[in-house]
């Protein structure tokens, strides 16, 4: 069973930069595929990034040269670094892993979830 706990969401001014963090724990963390994920209010849970356990890396469109993703596999912790931000990012961010596999944006591909961190932009 793996476990998996985000963190650093909040409010932050469009514009402005968050970065969030999830501690996986169970497992071997080298062989997970991470992936963030992010649900506004009224609209379906979305991709945003994936980071594959062979360190390749998968992006939304609408977050491609603003969100960076990456992994520390001596912290057992994937980042999502947020720049740029605009009140279309505003929602509830959730990480996923998945064993091995590629940094597929499908979240059916995905066995487990965490919390969610939510993440506010103000305009």
């Known amino acids: 069973q793996v476990q998996l706990v985000e963190s650093g969401g909040g409010l932050v001014q469009a514009g402005g930069s968050l970065r969030l963090s999830c501690a996986a724990s169970?497992?071997?963390?080298?062989?997970?595929?991470l992936g963030w994920f992010r649900q506004a209010p009224g609209k379906e849970r979305e991709f945003v990034a994936a980071?594959?356990?062979?360190?390749?890396?998968n992006y939304a469109d609408s977050v491609k040269g603003r969100f960076t993703i990456s992994r520390d596999s001596a912290k057992n912790t994937v980042y999502l670094q947020m720049n740029s931000l605009q009140p279309e990012d505003t929602a509830v961010y959730y990480c996923?892993?998945?064993?091995?596999?590629?940094?597929?944006?499908?979240?059916?591909?995905?066995?487990?979830w965490g919390q969610g961190t939510q993440v506010t932009v103000s305009s």
């Open positions: 996923a892993s998945r064993s091995f596999g590629w940094a597929t944006s499908q979240r059916s591909e995905y066995n487990y």
């Open positions: 169970g497992g071997t963390f080298g062989t997970y595929t």
């Open positions: 980071i594959a356990w062979q360190l390749s890396t």
